[in-house]
């Protein structure tokens, strides 16, 4: 078991090391004149629904993206050292650059043979009167839905928590209640739009951020703006 002195020291050589890769990646980039590797964060749900499948559109003239998992807070502290490009499920502090890549809805997902399936959409006091299977705090799709309900002063019957967004849908395909998400679907589950205010649906906005400062903030910003416009295409938004 390491001592209080060995803890500090490991992190100390952690960082040490991450200073090491920081510089051999930043001599790399400027003597090729661009990057040639991005280091990308990105929640679980984003880099499953959004990322991955915007790598595959890539090609070898393009520069080598690799994508870490990362909380909201966990990607803009990676941003200050080890990761280029975050895409964020809120905008980020104003010392970052950014674009918005998309705006995407959070669905209730009830499974084919729930009383629900022919509908098309659900409006928030409906919903608390479900049974609703929700992910941790931790995900936005979470905490939006939490907050529009509070707001409504309204209360869920009843929810079972996840800390994974495809188990959230297998328990909602085996009828244990409504799952509440932003990802794509799965196990044949019906999406349903959420109402809120006037009629609008619940919708999660991504965002792109990266350092102003960063030696190659116009390769990041035309990145950005790529995934972007695959959203834009892929899911019909702004």
Partial sequence: MLTAAGRAF??????????AENARSLADALAAGRLERIRMAAPTTTLTDVIAPFLATLDVSDPLITVREATYSQALSALRSERDLAVITAPPPRQFASVTVASLPVWAY???SHRLAAET????????????????DH??????????LASAGLSPLDVIECDH???AQALAASGRG??????DPRFDLVPLRILIDGGADLQLTLHAAW???HHAATQLASVAERLALFCQQRYKTI
């Fill in 211 to 213: 350092n102003r400062q």
């Fill in 165 to 167: 967004p495809q188990v």
């Fill in 121 to 136: 959409s659900i409006t928030l006091t409906d919903l608390a009167r479900e049974p609703l299977v929700l992910l941790h």
């Fill in 10 to 19: 490991l992190s100390a050589a952690d960082d040490v090391l991450a200073a």
């Fill in 110 to 112: 009830v499974s084919p």
């Fill in 139 to 148: 995900f936005r799709a979470r905490t939006l839905v939490d907050e529009r």
């Fill in 178 to 183: 409504v799952a509440v998400l932003s990802d």
